[in-house]
T-cell receptor
Framework: AQSVAQPEDQVNVAEGNPLTVKCTYSVSGNPYLFWYVQYPNRGLQFLLKYITGDNLVKGSYGFEAEFNKSQTSFHLKKPSALVSDSALYFCAIGNYGQNFVFGPGTRLSVLP | KAGVTQTPRYLIKTRGQQVTLSCSPISGHRSVSWYQQTPGQGLQFLFEYFSETQRNKGNFPGRFSGRQFSNSRSEMNVSTLELGDSALYLC???????????????FGQGTRLTVV
């Protein structure tokens, strides 16, 4: 069975500092991995995805993620955090176009 | 290009009633999925439709049902509402999987259902 873990419920970072939101996964076969962000009272917004190819994936709003097959991880990163990045972040596995399995989410707070 | 539209945005229902939620996907998207989001359970997959056919279903009781119309619009229905059905219900649309890749999904703003 597919599963996604996000080991941190909450991540706090100062504005201007680099941020990392962690994600590990379990899946048989090649994974399709995604990051989504949710702002209060909103739906989820797509940030980036890894399907195949380069292990470093660049996405929207300056975010990037590194796929590490040996560690089964797909951590989200940004070199310099903004207060406006404060939101709920979800890592997900794609299930061949039919649905996503989401992690529990990590709340990111960027402090001014 | 218009995004995914969900109506209504907010609903308050009484236990035992039924409710129908609507979702209009992005033009050209034939896959529509539904998710339930609660603080305790997180995001849970309900079902996915493609070209009016349910392709996949999550682990929810039969009180939860859905359908998709020929124009790709989708509805989900919850009958005999329970307090625990209070949640944000999210609809997502995407292009069908082609060429061995997985397309990203685009989510609506959700319908906040409160059961009292």
């Amino acid at each position: 069975a597919q599963s996604v873990a996000q080991p941190e419920d909450q991540v706090n970072v100062a504005e201007g500092n680099p941020l990392t939101v962690k994600c590990t996964y379990s899946v048989s076969g090649n994974p399709y991995l995604f990051w989504y962000v949710q702002y209060p009272n909103r739906g989820l917004q797509f940030l980036l995805k890894y399907i195949t190819g380069d292990n470093l994936v660049k996405g929207s709003y300056g975010f990037e993620a590194e796929f590490n097959k040996s560690q089964t991880s797909f951590h989200l990163k940004k070199p310099s955090a903004l207060v406006s990045d404060s939101a709920l972040y979800f890592c997900a596995i794609g299930n061949y176009g039919q649905n996503f399995v989401f992690g529990p989410g990590t709340r990111l707070s960027v402090l001014p | 290009k218009a995004g995914v539209t969900q109506t209504p945005r907010y609903l308050i229902k009484t236990r035992g009633q039924q409710v129908t939620l609507s979702c209009s996907p992005i033009s050209g998207h034939r896959s529509v999925s539904w998710y339930q989001q609660t603080p305790g359970q997180g995001l849970q997959f309900l079902f996915e439709y493609f070209s009016e056919t349910q392709r996949n279903k999550g682990n929810f009781p039969g009180r939860f049902s859905g359908r998709q119309f020929s124009n790709s619009r989708s509805e989900m229905n919850v009958s005999t509402l329970e307090l625990g059905d209070s949640a944000l219900y999210l609809c997502a649309s995407s292009l069908a999987r082609t060429g061995g890749t997985q397309a990203e999904a685009f989510f609506g703003q959700g319908t906040r259902l409160t059961v009292v």
